[in-house]
């Protein structure tokens, strides 16, 4: 177990550096410490949290459940994490896809396959920043809970889904309880806990119909008022079939 730490701007250097040499590497590049300062610093919080730098995740659910435990232990909701140090949490989301990065980069016919570099570095920017790998699923975790989160974020750590890009990337869908859950009904088979087959393709009344559909219905609709019911009566009929 480790202390929570944020990377400093020296740090988020080196490991963006460490991140570009092991990119198409075929060897096992060592990583640097960057748990001593000055490349990271403890925080200042009223009880101290401790990460397990060992654990490894099954899914981007995962992810989300236990950061969401370890900072509720310690009375950390997401509204501080949001709205009170946004910039300093960037950086401990940084500090934690350094930890586990291990488990964010697939070796390919013995090459190590970096992805972009927007999914370790933290960022405010929110074209960026749904796509990181440790700070989306805390996030969609956090707000939506277990199962409403399960279209998003049931799926390997490494893998960005399909309903992540084209609601997560629409802020105003993804922070909408009611706009998740609709999706939820539509496109998750409970029954196999698994989403719809098809669900995320091309077809008629897809997800990414759906993100379309949310844009054009803003436009001469209040969503944000409406309930669920009320939404699923305004679909068009490409979506009737999954109802």
Not at 1 to 11: D, H, S, V
Not at 148 to 176: A, D, Y
Not at 202 to 228: A, E, S
Request: glycine content about 4%; hydrophobic content about 35%; aromatic content about 12%.
């Amino acid at each position: 177990m480790i202390e929570l730490r944020e990377l400093t701007e020296r740090g988020i250097q080196r490991f963006e550096s460490y991140l570009r040499d092991l990119d198409n590497s075929k060897e096992s590049i060592p990583k640097p410490d960057l748990n001593v300062e000055p490349f990271s610093n403890t925080l200042e919080l009223k009880e101290k949290i401790y990460i397990d730098e060992k654990k490894t995740f099954k899914s981007r659910l995962d992810i989300g459940n236990y950061l969401q435990q370890k900072l509720s232990l310690v009375g950390v909701g997401r509204e501080n994490v949001i709205t009170e140090k946004q910039e300093q949490w960037m950086n401990v989301w940084t500090w934690l896809a350094y930890v586990w990065v291990n488990q964010f980069v697939p070796v390919r016919n013995g090459v190590h396959v970096v992805p972009a570099i927007s999914r370790f570095i933290g960022s405010s920017d929110w074209r960026r920043f749904y796509r990181h790998f440790v700070s989306t699923p805390y996030y969609i975790f956090s707000l939506h809970k277990s199962q409403k989160s399960k279209l998003f974020l049931e799926c390997p750590p490494t893998v960005h889904n399909e309903f992540m890009e084209q609601i997560g990337s629409r802020q105003w869908i993804i922070t909408s309880t009611q706009l998740v859950e609709l999706a939820y009904t539509l496109y998750w088979n409970r029954e196999e806990n698994r989403s719809k087959r098809g669900a995320s393709g091309k077809g008629k009344g897809t997800v990414r119909r759906f993100g379309k559909v949310m844009n054009q219905f803003m436009l001469t609709y209040d969503i944000h008022q409406m309930n669920i019911e009320e939404i699923l009566d305004l679909l068009p009929s490409e979506f009737n079939e999954w109802k």
